[in-house]
């Protein structure tokens, strides 16, 4: 085994590091920098606010170690850091498809921008891959050594195809510049903090169901997805970030595989919510199956989900309920 969580904390407490993370007003990002505040780190969280809004950090603002940098990463940027979370795409197919060539972009010069500021501060650099790299994929569940099913000119290509360049690219650095990179393939992670109008499953039954509001099913409703609670995410990455001589990439996502219709009739229960299903047409290249194989995540990094999609629905439903809808704004050019 090669994490080793005692000697991992015994490490991180004597060793505060400066961590960049990009993307890091989103869901995720957001998440991901408030544990490492709270873990004593100096914090960079740079955004350009495409599909987040402030106030994902603002409790962060007045915290010594946590700095916001309102930039955009197709940009670049001279910063001194020593880990950098390249955690900055759209993600939900919504808002990645919105502005398709920017999502590319994203990816590629993103990813070139971010490895520059690794290769020349000696940084390690993690990037924030995806299930999408395998696409509709042939291979059930899927290992990290399935190359994928990507549809090379189809709707979803901006954010699959620049997801694969990015590893390409992470990979390229590793072996021509020597840079300390990790890749970690996240599949669908849910929680406290998703958009609310991002269009992406979880979000999307939630609010309807709490509003009363039909369920969209997208075609029959026999697609399988395999939900991860955000929790369960941010300790992986950090793992994976602070493990020694494994670089991925590795599946991290929850193994537990559930239909789409599975996942409405779970939400109406847990909501209490008199809403119908209704079916809608299914959108192109939506992916049929799709779990994670998680043995290299547990061999690697000891690691395996905790939470299981009731809990974790559970308390993103209380979410839900806390917020003003008003607040959330479509992502903007
Ligand atoms: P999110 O949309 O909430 O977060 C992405 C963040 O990146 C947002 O704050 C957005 O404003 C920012 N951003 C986008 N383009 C940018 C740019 N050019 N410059 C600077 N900032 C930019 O999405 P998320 O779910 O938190 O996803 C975070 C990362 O994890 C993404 O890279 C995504 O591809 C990856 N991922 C997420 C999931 C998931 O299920 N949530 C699954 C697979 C991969
Ligand atoms: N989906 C659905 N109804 C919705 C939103 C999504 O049935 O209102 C389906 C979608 O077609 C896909 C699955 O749920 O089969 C997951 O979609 P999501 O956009 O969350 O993520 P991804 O397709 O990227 O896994």
Known sequence: MIFNRQRFLRTARSMIQRILVTGGAGFLGSHLCERLVSDGHD????????????????HLLDKPNFELIRHDITLPIHLEVDQIYNMACPAAPGHYQFNPIKTIKTSVMGSINMLGIAKRCGARILQASTSEVYGDPEQHPQTESYRGSVN????RACYDEGKRVAETLFMDYHRSNNVDVRIVRIFNTYGPRMHPFDGR?????????????????FGDGSQTRSFCY?????????RMM???????????????EFTIRQLAEKTIELTGSSSKLIEAPLPADDP??????????????????????????????????????????PPTP
Do not use: M
């Open 288 to 329: 049929t199956r799709r779990r994670p194989d998680i043995a290299l995540a547990k061999e690697k990094l000891d690691w395996e989900p905790k939470i299981e999609l009731e809990q974790g629905l559970k308390h993103t439903i209380d979410w839900f309920k806390t917020i003003n809808l008003g607040d959330y704004r």
């Open 201 to 217: 499953v979880v979000a999307n039954f939630i609010r309807q169901a709490l509003a009363g509001d039909d369920i969209t099913i």
């Open 43 to 58: 914090v960079i969280c740079l955004d350009n606010f495409f599909t987040s809004q402030k106030t994902n950090v603002v």
């Open 152 to 155: 090379p000119i189809g709707i």
């Open 230 to 238: 955000r929790d369960d995410l941010v300790e992986v990455i950090i």
């Open 242 to 256: 602070n493990c020694d001589g494994f670089i991925g990439p590795v599946n991290i996502g929850n193994p537990h």
